[in-house]
């Protein structure tokens, strides 16, 4: 037998958002249509919608910097605690005000970072460390990952792990030595495993955290476009234009 154990149909935040950066009125239109009104005859028309001028990306916002002990990676539960919107004339403007608005620290005093990735993720994020590298940041990774990336003719410092006696990465984050940190976990929760920890330690120093490489992708290309240094103008949702 199957059983539906939740319905979900997104409204709660999605809609909202939809509404706001196309100004379709969808909760209401939804209404007038259950209520037995044609969508034909709404004004609105029918089909897909017009695309509008401005991009928009919503994005996740996480409390895991209050909660003491919490996994701050991703898995089947809901951890948000809200989302923001980031909206702009393109897709870079509207990541890089997402960004910063989830807390998202585009700052690089030292202009360097911390990797320490699992297996599976070594190849997609091999071409997110070139970028870096060209950009001029400078690599610390744990063993496997600073060899892929000494490997590759990109020049990455080697760190200890927690359990390390010198040059430890609880130093390194401990001494603000790096900007962010890039950790994919591996699969389970354990607080007692050296990912647990590491993740804990940066996000309680403050730094961003990354645990998914597609939203590093991203974060890197909007520094590679020079997208966190442009002056952007604010947008007014009730002034958008379609």
């Known amino acids: 037998k199957m059983y539906v154990i939740e319905v979900n149909p997104r409204a709660s935040r999605t809609v909202p958002y939809i ?3 196309t100004g379709l ?16 005859d709404l004004d609105f028309g029918v089909g897909l919608y017009k695309e509008p001028e401005i991009k928009s990306v919503k994005m996740p916002v996480f409390s895991t910097q209050k909660l003491e002990n919490a996994e ?8 948000s605690t809200g989302e923001v919107l980031g ?13 910063i608005a989830s807390g998202t620290q585009f700052d690089f ?33 744990t ?9 590759a003719g990109i020049k990455a410092c080697p760190v200890e792990k927690l359990s390390g006696k ?13 900007d962010f940190i890039i950790n994919t ?33 991203t974060y890197v290309d909007v520094i590679e476009r020079n997208g966190h240094k442009a002056s952007y103008d604010v947008i007014n949702l009730n002034k958008i234009v379609l």
């Open 19 to 21: 509404s706001k950066v």
């Open 25 to 40: 009125p969808i909760v209401e239109l939804a209404t007038r249509v259950s209520l037995g009104e044609k969508l034909a």
């Open 72 to 79: 701050i990676s991703l898995g089947p539960e809901m951890k």
């Open 87 to 99: 909206i702009g004339k393109t897709f870079d403007e509207a990541f890089y005000k997402g960004f």
């Open 109 to 141: 005093p030292q202009k360097s970072y911390l990797a320490t990735v699992k297996d599976q993720d070594k190849a997609e994020f091999l071409d997110i460390a070139k970028k870096l590298d060209q950009l001029g940041f400078t690599a610390y990774a």
């Open 143 to 151: 063993t496997g990952t600073c060899k892929l990336l000494t490997d």
């Open 166 to 178: 010198d040059n430890t990465i609880e130093d390194l984050i401990g001494q603000d030595k790096v």
């Open 185 to 217: 976990p591996t699969a389970g929760y354990n607080s007692k495993k050296d990912g647990f920890r590491i993740r804990r330690l940066g996000i309680e120093r403050g730094m961003s955290v990354f645990t998914a490489l597609d939203t590093v992708a």
